[in-house]
């Protein structure tokens, strides 16, 4: 069983500190600064063995050196992207499983926000640390990735259980409700959901972690090959890639 810890740092990052409670093992997923993780694990009394990086940005692993000074902790991250995660020491390949004490977790390359971005699946708890590639109600933009390599990414996430929470690396929630609302204002379902994101917000609470099954009702990245929000939304089917491409650029000018 892991226990979570959500930490909001810089101006909209999520870091999580993961806590294997059979061992007491504990891990760090994409520490942007130390600070924060080092005072909520000293009030905790526990240490930090690991450090999980899904992305080389540095709002994702500003923390790695000065907190593996600290805790001599043992740093993970992708092996394709290993010159630019700073102190790696645990280079993982994509469907490669590794454990934080008794908690299994399972890569999984989602390339496109980066090239060298992974997923942390933790299977028996169904918890995804995605970083930067999928968002609530939006994706990660693609800096470095291809059209193709995101969409792919993206059906990976899509295929895994229904049940399973999202923990991304940002809160920006509130501005992909309003391109959502702005592609199909006529989702009822949807206008619903996005209220409740504005009442979450307006009192500074967390619209993270978020379901996958919400996230394939409500992303509009999540929805490029459902010819019915195509229609809805007014774009031509024509492919996956395609139609993914024509979201994302629209988001990326709206
Ligand atoms: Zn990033």
Known sequence: ?????QIPLLSDNYSYIIIDKNTNT???????????????LKKKGIGLDFIL????HHDHVGGNKELKEIY??????CFNDQKRIP??????????NYNIGDSLFKVINTPGHTIG???????????????????????????????EQMTESIL????????????CGHEYTESNAKFAEFLDSGDDLLKKKVSQIKRDRSMS???????????????PFMKFDNSQYLDSIKIENISDVENFKKIRIMKDNF
């Open 1 to 5: 069983m892991l226990e979570i810890i």
């Open 26 to 40: 504990t891990g760090c997923i994409d520490p942007s600064v130390a600070k924060n993780v080092v005072n909520i």
């Open 53 to 56: 990086n899904t992305h080389h």
């Open 72 to 77: 001599n902790c043992k740093i993970i991250g």
């Open 87 to 96: 102190g790696i020491d645990i280079k993982l390949k994509d469907n490669e």
């Open 117 to 147: 971005h992974i997923c942390f699946y933790f299977m028996d708890q169904n918890f995804l640390f995605c970083g930067d590639t999928i968002f609530s109600l939006g994706c990660g933009r693609l800096f470095e990735g291809s059209y």
């Open 156 to 167: 990976k996430i899509r295929s895994l259980p229904d049940c399973t929470k999202i923990f």
């Open 205 to 219: 609470k967390p619209t993270v972690p978020t379901l996958l099954k919400e996230e394939k009702m409500f992303n």
